[in-house]
């Protein structure tokens, strides 16, 4: 069964410094790896995913990820952090011939000035 | 619509008492999922329909929580005897089916139907 951890429940940082959101997935078939962004009082938005190709994948608002197949891992980097990236961030994991995505349980960026 | 639709937005009721959740998805997507966000518990997993397949429900938690859609299109969430620990926001998000054309993995979510169990 396919499974998700990101073991950050909060990741408190300060304006204009990098960041990294660790995700960790555990899958017996090929995967496809994904970062929702969920802004206070709003709906899940995708930032970026990873189908197949480089695995190093861009994303919105300057969001990047790494598929790391051999770490099992896809975690979400950001060289330089504003006020406006506040917001719970999602991993999520697809395996084989199913829709269906699987979330981890979120982690909270909180930038502080 | 443009976006997932999801009704009622806010929606408080008694233990005990029954309640409905719909939801809307965009045009044209043949998937549609529900999923239940928790605090502390991220988002869990309730359950997938794919077009005319028998739908993947494996994630509802009890025999309490059902689920249909309609004619392909609509969908409603329902949970009977509600109970305090049924309080939490239910999402529904659609997307294009996993061999379709155009299909890129994504999810569309609604704006959630919050649920506070009284």
């Known amino acids: 069964a396919q499974s998700v951890t990101q073991l950050d429940s909060q990741v408190p940082v300060f304006e204009e410094a990098p960041v990294e959101l660790r995700c960790n997935y555990s899958?017996?078939?090929?995967?496809?790896l994904f970062w929702y962004v969920q802004y206070p009082n709003q709906g899940l938005q995708l930032l970026l995913k990873y189908l197949s190709g480089s695995t190093l994948v861009k994303g919105i608002n300057g969001f990047e990820a790494e598929f790391n197949k051999s770490q099992t891992s896809f975690h979400l980097r950001k060289p330089s952090v504003h006020i406006s990236d506040t917001a719970e961030y999602f991993c999520?994991?697809?395996?084989?011939?199913?829709?269906?995505?699987?979330f981890g349980t979120g982690t909270l960026l909180a930038v502080q000035p | 619509g443009a976006g997932v639709s999801q009704s009622p937005s806010n929606k408080v009721t008694e233990k005990g008492k029954d309640v409905e959740l719909r939801c809307d998805p965009i045009s044209g997507h043949t998937a549609l999922y529900w999923y239940r966000q928790s605090l502390g518990q991220g988002l869990e997993f309730l359950i997938y329909f794919q077009g005319n397949s028998a739908p993947d429900k494996s994630g509802l938690p009890s025999d309490r929580f059902s689920a249909e859609r309609t004619g392909g299109s609509v969908s409603t969430l329902t949970i009977q005897r509600t109970q305090q620990e049924d309080s939490a926001v239910y999402l529904c998000a659609s997307s294009l089916g996993l061999r379709e054309w155009g299909y890129t993995g994504e999810l569309f979510f609604g704006e959630g139907s919050r649920l506070t169990v009284l």
């Open positions: 899958s017996s078939v090929s995967v496809y």
């Open positions: 999520a994991v697809r395996g084989g011939a199913t829709n269906k995505l699987i």
